[in-house]
């Protein structure tokens, strides 16, 4: 065990080789991948609970855009006979349950101190360590930090006059109540339209008074097509597992959707309407993902495309100055994130709804009563914030992490993230950042990277001592060449053109409110993305140094 080699070196007891901050999916898979290899490893979780996202998230409507049963951890057969999906995308409950289940299944409760918040984390140069503060005033030492603290993990609220003076109930969507509420005969409001705004307006809109939802820049959506999985069908899916991961580890999404390997100009007009008329009705995100490649890639292809998806919402939402707000005019289809939905558009069909759009008549300020826009001014007994997150490095931002020389992660990062693969920070030695800023999770259906990720981490720190080292940081040359190889990855796309939280953009949080000049996200595939950490692996790690 590590823990003996370092008590020979005389460490302090309250020590753990490897500390992992954050128990989502990604921490408890990280977790459990140390734990089996016997290192003294303790995670550190500020909810009372596992499941990050899945254990916050509690507002109505919210579950997966990914299928279930590729969403899932693929490395335990035992967890793959046992666990039965009830639905092809299962809901948060669910998914809690599923992560309950993991964590009970490999006793990773064992190694968690719920509960607790980290405060900062400081490198300590002499002994090779890292020293972390947690907020209740004690201090555990590590050898290898390792965070896996979410890319959605902290919500942000608007900057808006008067935020505190309203007299209902008012919640960002992330800090729904865990209790529930009763929204019956109330009138509610909505301000967001992102992937979370879009399911809490679907899911609610026929279960209270009156819902307004308020929207500044409208996304293109399209159809979720859920359905329950029968006990045949999961029976099936599970014959089948070994080929569906094997899929989802090929394609560049990490999904069983993989882009049309025809090209958008060596097919006619008609075979693209009749592929686009398919995937608009199949479930999931082969609408985004099993298109042709030249639709986000070339600004005509894209055009035509969104033109079709202009269509379908023209045709379901019934008020025809409805439909036209309801149309991005800013960008064109999956530049941003698709919201995939369950009749969104037809919930404004219903006489209890109005769309409100913030483009035409912005926020002034939230009054005691609700909002007041430039021309109007509404009364509301809830109003729900569905206004996204400091994406990414807000995360970080929260904890003072110090490496070399005393030197401030945030102020590393005030231009934007610069990482090694996502995974390490030069001058942040023994830090290692899953799914972090630059991770090639941002282009995949993440349980498929957290898997990767974890793997290659467990391998490296599995290295470190068996060779015994310990200490390693990212070469300055190696993480500005990652930058640039993720800018490029970026530029060859027209999501260059996003303005949205995957280039960390956030107009509520100060310093994101214009966009940064480094890259956020690696979009080169999932594929693509393991890859290079295998060769970096077989290359002696190249591009770390190791002391
Ligand atoms: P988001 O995509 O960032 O959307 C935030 C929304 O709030 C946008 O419509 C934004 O408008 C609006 N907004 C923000 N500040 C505002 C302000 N001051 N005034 C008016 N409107 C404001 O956040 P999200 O919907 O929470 O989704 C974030 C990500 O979480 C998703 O992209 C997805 O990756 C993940 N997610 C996944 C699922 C799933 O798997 N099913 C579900 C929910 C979320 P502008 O666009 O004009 O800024």
């Known amino acids: 065990m590590a823990n003996s080699f370092v008590q020979n070196n005389g460490v302090a007891s309250d020590y753990h080789e490897v500390v992992i901050v954050g128990v989502g999916m990604t921490g408890m898979c990280q977790l459990h991948y140390l734990k089996r290899e016997g290192v003294d490893v303790l995670a550190l979780e500020r909810n009372s609970e596992v499941g990050g996202t899945w254990y916050n998230n509690r507002y109505p409507g919210c579950r997966f855009d990914s299928e ?101 109930e008012s919640f960002h969507t992330f800090h729904w109540p865990h209790r529930g509420i009763n929204l019956e005969g109330k009138r509610v409001a909505v301000i967001g339209s992102g992937s979370t705004g879009v399911q809490v307006v679907s899911e609610i809109a026929d279960k209270v008074g009156h819902l307004t939802v308020l929207q500044r820049r409208p996304n293109w959506c399209a159809p979720l097509k859920n359905g329950k999985i029968s006990p045949e069908e999961m029976s099936d899916i599970r014959d089948r597992y070994a080929e569906i991961f094997e899929t989802c580890n090929s394609t560049h999404g990490g999904f069983l959707h993989d882009a049309d390997p025809r090209g958008f100009h060596t097919v006619t007009r008609e075979e693209r309407l009749a592929l686009w008329e398919k995937l608009y009705d199949e479930p999931g995100f ?165 898997e990767a990720v974890s793997s290659w981490s467990t391998d490296f720190v599995l290295h470190m001592r068996k060779n015994g080292k310990i200490r390693f940081d990212a070469e300055a040359a190696a993480e500005e060449a990652w930058c640039e190889e993720s800018q490029a990855s970026i530029n060859q796309r027209l999501l260059r053109n996003a303005k949205s939280w995957f280039h960390g953009f956030n107009a509520n949080v100060k310093g994101h409110d214009t966009l940064k000049p480094r890259p956020y996200i690696y979009v080169g595939g999932n594929p693509k993305y393991v890859r290079r950490l295998t060769d970096i692996k077989n290359r002696d790690y190249e591009g770390v140094t190791i002391t």
Request: a negative charge.
């Open 68 to 168: 279930s049963f590729t969403y899932a951890y693929s490395f335990s057969q035992e967890v793959l006979e046992e666990w039965d999906w009830s639905e092809r995308f299962a809901a948060q409950n669910e998914t809690l349950r599923y992560t309950q289940f993991v964590a009970d299944k490999f006793d990773l409760r064992d190694n968690i101190e719920f509960n607790v918040s980290v405060k900062s984390a400081h490198f300590q140069e002499t002994e090779n360590l890292w020293k972390i503060r947690l907020e209740d005033g004690r201090s555990i030492e590590c050898r290898y930090l390792i965070t896996s603290i979410g890319a959605l993990s902290t919500p942000t609220l608007p900057r808006f006059d008067g935020l505190d003076s309203f007299k209902g």
């Open 286 to 450: 082969g609408i985004w993902l099993s298109n042709f490649k030249e639709i986000f890639i070339e600004e005509d292809a894209n055009a035509e495309f969104s033109e079709f998806i202009a269509g379908k919402i023209r045709q379901r939402v019934d008020d025809p100055a409805v439909a036209e707000l309801l149309i991005p005019k800013d960008h064109g289809f999956g530049i941003q994130r698709v919201p995939l939905e369950t009749k969104y558009y037809e919930i404004f069909n219903r006489d209890n709804v109005n769309l409100v759009s913030l483009l035409d008549e912005p926020i002034e300020r939230i009054t005691e009563s609700g909002i007041k826009t430039e021309t109007a001014e509404y009364e509301f007994d809830v109003i729900v914030y569905a206004t996204g997150f400091d994406a990414m490095s807000g995360a970080f931002d929260q904890i003072d992490f110090r490496g070399v020389g005393g030197q401030k992660l945030i102020d590393k990062w005030s231009d934007g993230p610069m990482t090694y693969m996502g995974m390490f920070v030069s001058g942040f030695p023994n830090m290692i950042t899953l799914l972090g800023p630059q991770t090639g999770s941002y282009s995949t259906n993440f349980p498929r990277a957290i």
